[in-house]
């Protein structure tokens, strides 16, 4: 009899371990989020530098999502010839959060950042809109709604269409979908409009009409929105290159001389520097 009470004992201890150990897996999964990344044209994927595959990625699959909080990105084309992308990222527990990247040459990169983050009131929808540069108008379901940085406060329960536009670049559009009790943020990365460059190239002064050579005019760069706030200026056209210092979005300086996805800048106390072409442009 007691050896029945022992075994019956030991299969109730041996079934709460089994319960408890599911309880675990099934509550350290629930902090966790997925991660979706796609990009064109192919490209390595790095997390907080550590490296998780090649585009497209989906770490989506219980055993390869990652715990919730705060990550850096890092996005490198295949393609030498292409800058590469980093950006700063938030994985929220169970939900997914996706990045897209389309590479292209000094200005004409674009992309987007989508994910949800968690409200206190599930009652509540909201989307809050970025755009690098700023100022850009955003429409949900055709419908001008605000500029950007926008906090769109109850948008409805629904699949939509966003767009991001702004005057000199190309129009941003996403397909989103706004569920209750979360914050759904977009980060649209705009390029530049080939009909934007192409005007620039048609305005610089051709041969005039009027008698004497015509004084060269110094062309400037000025500096588009960044996402830390400032660009680096560096002592040559190379990431791994020392600070000479830093500059500001909407600032205009002398450009001294160009290479392949750097221009080369005078600051105001004679300091020449390089700065990425990604985040500047001809004026």
Not at 28 to 48: D, F, M
Not at 90 to 114: N, P
Not at 217 to 223: D, F, G, R, T, Y
Request: aromatic share 8%.
């Amino acid at each position: 009899m007691k050896k029945i009470i022992f075994v019956f004992i030991g299969s109730l201890v041996l079934a709460l371990a089994l319960f408890l150990a599911i309880q675990y897996y099934l509550n350290l999964n629930a902090r966790k989020g997925a991660l979706q990344v796609t990009s064109s044209p192919e490209s390595k994927v790095y997390l907080n530098n550590k490296y998780l595959g090649k585009t497209p990625l989906c770490n989506c699959d219980s055993q390869d999502m990652l715990s919730a909080g705060e990550y850096t990105i890092r996005l490198v084309p295949v393609d030498s010839g292409l800058r590469e992308f980093q950006e700063k990222i938030t994985i929220s527990q169970a939900v997914l959060t996706v990045v897209d990247r389309k590479f292209g040459k000094d200005a004409l990169s674009e992309g987007s950042v989508i994910s949800l983050t968690p409200l206190t009131n599930k009652k509540k929808t909201e989307l809050l809109v970025v755009s690098f540069p700023k100022g850009a108008d955003v429409l949900l379901d055709d419908s001008h709604i605000g500029n950007t940085p926008l906090l769109y406060k109850d948008p409805t329960e629904s699949d939509h269409v966003l767009q991001v536009k702004k005057d000199g670049y190309n129009d941003k559009e996403v397909r989103i979908r706004t569920p209750l009790g979360y914050k759904l943020t977009v980060a649209a990365y705009l390029s530049t409009s080939a009909t934007s460059q192409s005007s620039a190239s048609n305005s610089a002064p051709g041969a005039s009409e009027t008698s004497g050579t015509p004084t060269p005019k110094e062309e400037h760069i000025i500096i588009l929105d960044t996402p830390t706030g400032f660009l680096r200026v560096r002592s040559s056209a190379s990431t791994t290159a020392s600070e000479v210092g830093r500059v500001t979005p909407g600032k205009s300086y002398p450009l001294k001389s160009e290479e392949e996805g750097w221009f080369e800048i005078l600051l105001g106390d004679g300091t020449k520097g390089w700065i990425s072409s990604q985040y500047a442009k001809k004026q």
